[in-house]
């Protein structure tokens, strides 16, 4: 029985003896080999499915800490703004655990299985004629004035729960990789990573410390830029963010490892995207292929240097978002229902 990540890494999390020990069976995601990507860059890849969680994103590991520790301080609903997918995980956190969730998310630019996700959880779901960075202002201030939970990744306990992917990799591979590959948007993720190969490292448990190589997309890249953008754009909605809430902790991540933060076009995103599903057979949405559109494009630079071991981060499933995936495939053949031509149609 997968048991969550709580109780899992209890010893490295703010979990006592007060904290409900809450789990959907998150964590304990697969580290998948990528022999196509490897052969294509020389490199050794894997790939860290994170949309093997429950609600199908990374997002539930942050979650469960911030849901559980919401209820343990007797809090009776919890708020976040989102792209889709902290909205989706906190709706069935909360739903889990008993508490009322808000989740404010920018109207039009949600992909379709999250906010199905959302509304099936029963959150009040607003849909705010804006981008998210408007919605995260609006909900720091929402938090000021009402008794409610911020469930954003300025809640420390989401990075605490999300850097237990870290640890995951680090006892998969016997050590850390030479390169954490991920995508970037409020940069909580990055964050966590860092922190959780840190800490690793504190507790003995590996010696050398991972690159952190971050990516956001081409139109949301203020961390390249150097300077927030007010209006983000990509095809990569889970991304478009131009503000990134932890901005010091991405360029801490960046630094202190060696790393580097670059952009992806949408096209490299979506090229990626299509290589991962009918390559090496997984679907993630367009957001999480940015950390494979990114190794890709380095390689084609030569900065991978041969059998580098990269975990690249599949934060999310390419389920959450059907749209996008239909709008650059073709059209299925229909057929009449008759033997002859279902066999014409395949060339027999
Ligand atoms: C699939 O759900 O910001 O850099 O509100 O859904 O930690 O923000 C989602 C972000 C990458 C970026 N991949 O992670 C939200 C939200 C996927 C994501 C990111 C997100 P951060």
Redesign the pocket.
Known sequence: MKSGILLRYRDYLPFTRLTPPLSLGEGDTPLVPAPALSEATRADIWLKVEGCNPTG???DRGMVVAVSKAAEEGAKAVI????????ASAAAYAARAGLRAIVIVPAGNIALGKLAQALMHGAQVLAVRGN?DQALALVRQLVERHPVALVN?VNPYRIEGQKTAAFEICEAMGKAPDILAI????????TAYWRGFRQWREAGHIRALPRMWGFQAEGAAPLVRGEPIAEPRTVAT??R?GN?A?WQGAIAARDESGGLIDTVSDDEILAAQRLLAQTEGLFC?P??AASVAGVLKLAGQGKVPPRTRIVCVL??SGLKDPDTALAAAPRPTEVAPDLAEIEGVLGW
Not at 183 to 190: L, M, Q, R, T
């Open positions: 994103s990374f997002k976040c703004a989102s792209t889709g997918n902290t909205a998210f990744s995508p970037v948007g409020n940069a909580g993720n990055i889970a991304i963010i990134p932890s949405e957001a999480s934060t999310g």
